[in-house]
């Protein structure tokens, strides 16, 4: 399985205002994996964006990612 | 985000010579400071902080986490700042129609322009996908619209994400004797290229005009069914036989 944290942790560490506070953690599943992202309350409206406009440009970043190794990956905000 | 590397040469163009292979850099692009000049020349390269520049960092620390193998390289230093990737199998970048490249350049955006006050927009493409996409939806569009004014009948384009049906729109804005709307719900939303004589005067709720006075089919070879006119699914025309009327609906802009 590929670790997919890294690549979650890049991008939004690079648009918080407060990237102490991201922490990123994998739940491994058989074939479909879950990135589950904790932030501070002020920035889960910007990684969201407007109409969740953000975070599935987010995710559709990831799913490519783990496309190639013929995995899945939900990324969400806990 | 300044990146800094020191190398030395033989003499100092050697130096900077090897400082812009490692970077991936033209000279034009960094700050050199000689070190050392003689023996060994030593020089600190540094990479000048431009817009493309962070870009194209943004644009090659991303592709290295997605585990993507590609030259990325800045095809526009201004206006607008265009990056292109390069490299073997990326149709997973690019994705159904351009999705995924089109989200990737997002990410791209939102990284570079955080906490900055001189925003600019950022296009990022791969092996020049989306100029090509663009010009084929841009010759798909007038084709469609010349058998709309000649058939005098409504035109379905396939289905397409919101960008490409703008590029429709903007390409038949100034063709004569016909108009366009999109209708249906994402992602099956498509462009319908009407012929002015089912549109002037006439509400589009209303029931279509009685047939074209020449009954007789005057159609050309030149607009036979192609690929790409209209989804595989659904209603199916035949060439020679009459194209099925469907009440149009409420017109509104994508």
Same mark, same amino acid.
């Given at each position: 399985m590929e670790d997919y944290t890294g690549l979650v942790t890049y991008i939004v560490k690079a648009i918080v205002s407060k990237p102490e506070a991201v922490k990123v953690a994998m739940v491994e599943g058989e074939r479909t994996h879950r990135v589950e992202l904790t932030l501070a309350p002020e920035d889960v409206g910007k990684v969201i964006g407007r109409g969740g406009r953000n975070i599935d440009a987010i995710r559709s970043v990831v799913r490519a990612a783990a496309l190639k190794n013929h995995e899945r990956v939900m990324v969400e905000i806990v | 985000m300044t990146t800094s590397i020191e190398t030395s040469g033989a003499t100092v163009d050697e130096a900077i010579e090897r400082a812009l292979e490692e970077l991936e850099e033209?000279? /034009?692009n960094v700050e050199v400071e000689v070190l050392e000049d003689a023996p060994q020349a030593r020089v600190r390269v540094t990479l000048r902080e431009t817009y493309a520049g962070n870009a194209r960092l943004a644009v090659m620390e991303l592709l290295s986490k997605m585990g993507i193998v590609a030259q990325v390289y800045v095809r526009n230093v201004e206006d607008p700042v265009t990056i292109d990737i390069a490299g073997q199998d990326l149709g997973v970048l690019i994705g159904w129609r351009g999705e995924t490249l089109r989200s990737f350049q997002a990410v791209v955006n939102l990284i570079i322009n955080e906490?900055?006050?001189?925003r600019r927009r950022v296009i990022v493409d791969v092996e020049r996908y989306r100029l090509r996409r663009e010009e084929t939806v841009r010759e798909m569009a007038l084709r469609l619209a010349q058998r709309a004014r000649r058939s005098g009948e409504r035109v379905l384009m396939d289905p397409m994400p919101a960008y490409e049906r703008r590029i429709v729109h903007v390409t038949l804005d100034a063709e004569p004797g016909i108009r366009t709307e999109s209708q249906g719900e994402e992602p099956n939303r498509r462009v319908v290229i009407w012929p002015d004589a089912a549109a002037a005067?006439?509400?589009?709720? /209303?029931?279509?005009?009685? =047939?074209?006075? /020449? =009954?007789?089919?005057?159609?050309?070879? =030149?607009d036979r069914p192609r690929y790409?006119?209209?989804?595989?699914?659904?209603e199916r025309v035949r060439f020679g036989e009459p194209r099925p009327t469907t009440e149009p609906p409420p017109a509104d802009e994508s």
């Open positions: - | 033209a000279r /034009e906490g900055r006050t001189d005067g006439r509400r589009p709720t /209303e029931t279509p005009p009685a =047939a074209a006075p /020449e =009954a007789t089919p005057r159609r050309s070879f =030149a790409g006119d209209r989804a595989r699914s659904g």
